[in-house]
T-cell receptor
Framework: DARVTQTPRHKVTEMGQEVTMRCQPI?????VFWYRQTMMQGLELLAY????????DSGMPKDRFSAEMPDATLATLKIQPSEPRDSAVYFC??????????FGPGTRLTVL | AQSVSQHNHHVILSEAASLELGCNYS??????LFWYVQYPGQHLQLLLK??????LVKGIKGFEAEFIKSKFSFNLRKPSVQWSDTAEYFC??????????FGAGTRLTVKP
């Protein structure tokens, strides 16, 4: 049963520290999405990639966030420096263009 | 631009009551339609999807949704809810060639 995996599942860090979240999409999927979910803002699309190329990162604060796909099996989302307002659950999802997105379990980030 | 509207922010029902959650979208072309469910503390899971064919789609756990093209709607229904249906429900729309847009979500609370 193919699944999207994310690591770490939980991360507690102090303000100013770098945070790296990793996602392994389902093998064969060509599109990878990063979402952020908070109580106040709900589900927000941060960025997405198709065939490893960034297509849209307009939802991401550019000064501190960066997203990459070093290869087809790994997507990363980095925050440097982290701030308390970045506390949220970060979801990765993968799919084929235009079709169902499959979500990972999420990384719950707490920035103190 | 594509947009998805979910009319109800929070719905509270008693067990055995019938459920209907509204979803409308703004895109006029061919669309793929989805409902996702997020149980407390978990990630989004696909509940059902419509790509083509019979506009009445049956999903898991007794849920169904009806695509009404003339109304740009894809409402989710369940004849008799259970306490375990307490969750947040997201409608999503994908216009072929573009990527998915999610509604703001509807929180369902089922009282035992």
């Amino acid at each position: 049963d193919a699944r999207v995996t994310q690591t770490p599942r939980h991360k507690v860090t102090e303000m100013g520290q770098e945070v790296t979240m990793r996602c392994q999409p389902i093998l064969g999927h060509n599109t990878v999405f990063w979402y952020r979910q908070t109580m106040m803002q709900g589900l927000e699309l941060l960025a997405y990639f198709r065939n490893r190329a960034p297509l849209d990162d307009s939802g991401m604060p550019k000064d501190r966030f960066s997203a990459e796909m070093p290869d087809a099996t790994l997507a990363t989302l980095k925050i440097q420096p982290s701030e308390p307002r970045d506390s949220a659950v970060y979801f990765c999802a993968s799919g084929m263009q235009g079709w169902t997105q499959y979500f990972g379990p999420g990384t719950r980030l707490t920035v103190l | 631009a594509q947009s998805v509207s979910q009319h109800n922010h929070h719905v509270i029902l008693s067990e055995a009551a019938s459920l209907e959650l509204g979803c409308n979208y703004s895109y006029g072309g061919t669309v793929n339609l989805f409902w996702y469910v997020q149980y407390p503390g978990q990630h989004l899971q696909l509940l059902l999807k419509y790509f083509s064919g019979d506009p009445l789609v049956k999903g898991i756990k007794g849920f169904e949704a009806e695509f009404i093209k003339s109304k740009f709607s894809f409402n989710l229904r369940k004849p008799s809810v259970q306490w375990s249906d307490t969750a947040e429900y997201f409608c999503a729309v994908n216009a072929q060639g573009n990527d998915m847009r999610f509604g703001a979500g509807t929180r369902l609370t089922v009282k035992p």
